[in-house]
C-alpha cells in the first residue's frame, strides 16, 4: 500500500478506526511508518502519540486492543480506515466510542422501525394504534398475521406486479418485526444466528 506520510510535513497521516461488526467509527488516530509497520507485524492497532511524542499501541495499558481486521487507504493515499475488532470500550474515559455513543449495530431505518414498534407496544397513548392493537390481541394473532402477509408473497412471487410483490414484502418484514418482539427478539438475534451460520 502507497501511503504519503509526507504530505503534511509531519510523517503523521490520520487512521480512522471502525468497528468491523457494527461500521461504528471509534476514534481517530495518528500513524507514522512505524506505528503503521508495527500494527501490521503485531495486529494490534498502534498511533503515533503525539502527546507522549512515542509509538503508542491501543491498550497497552487498559487491555482495550483494538484487533485489525483490516486497513484501507484513501483516494488521496494520505488516510487510513483501520477495520477492528475492539476488546472493550475504546475512549480512555471508558466509553464505547470517543463520541460518547453506544457501539450497536444498527440495521437503518428498520432499526428506526423496530424503535417505532418497541414505542408504540409500551406507550400507554398509542392503544389505538394498529401496532398496539395486534400486541393487545396476543401472539397467536401476530402469529397468523405473518403466516396471511408470507402466504400473500408466495402470490406475487408467482405474478409481474413488481409493486404488489415488493409491498407484500414489506408488509411480511414489518410483521416479522413485530412477531419478533411479541417472543422478546430483535433484528440482532436474527443475525446473530445468521453469522453463526456463516462461520
Not at 503515533?48 to 503508542?56: A, F
Not at 483501520?82 to 472493550?88: C, D, L, Q, R, T
Not at 413488481?162 to 408488509?171: H, T, Y
Request: hydrophobic letters at 35%.
Amino acid at each position: 500500500m502507497n501511503i504519503d506520510f509526507n504530505k503534511n510535513n509531519d510523517g503523521l497521516v490520520p487512521a480512522i478506526i471502525q468497528d468491523a461488526i457494527t461500521k461504528k467509527v471509534l476514534m481517530l488516530g495518528y500513524m507514522n511508518q512505524e506505528a503503521y509497520a508495527k500494527t501490521i507485524e503485531t495486529g494490534k492497532v498502534t498511533f503515533y502519540s503525539r502527546t507522549k511524542n512515542r509509538l503508542w499501541t491501543k491498550g497497552e495499558e487498559s487491555g482495550n486492543f483494538l484487533n485489525l481486521v483490516s486497513i484501507k487507504n484513501d483516494c488521496d493515499q494520505d488516510t487510513l480506515l483501520i477495520k477492528v475488532n475492539p476488546v472493550g470500550p475504546t475512549c480512555h474515559k471508558g466509553t464505547d466510542t470517543c463520541w460518547e455513543e453506544t457501539n450497536e449495530q444498527s440495521f437503518g431505518f428498520l432499526s428506526e422501525l423496530e424503535d417505532v414498534i418497541k414505542s408504540r407496544r409500551e406507550d400507554a397513548n398509542s392503544k389505538k394504534s394498529y401496532v398496539a392493537s395486534l400486541f393487545e390481541a396476543g401472539i397467536n394473532k401476530i402469529a397468523q398475521k405473518v403466516g396471511e402477509e408470507a402466504v400473500e408473497i408466495v402470490i406475487e412471487a408467482k405474478d409481474d406486479n413488481e409493486a404488489l410483490f415488493l409491498n407484500e414484502g414489506a408488509d411480511l418484514l414489518f410483521h416479522y418485526l413485530i412477531l419478533l418482539q411479541a417472543k422478546g427478539y430483535t433484528l440482532k438475534d436474527i443475525v446473530a444466528v445468521l453469522q453463526g451460520r456463516h462461520k
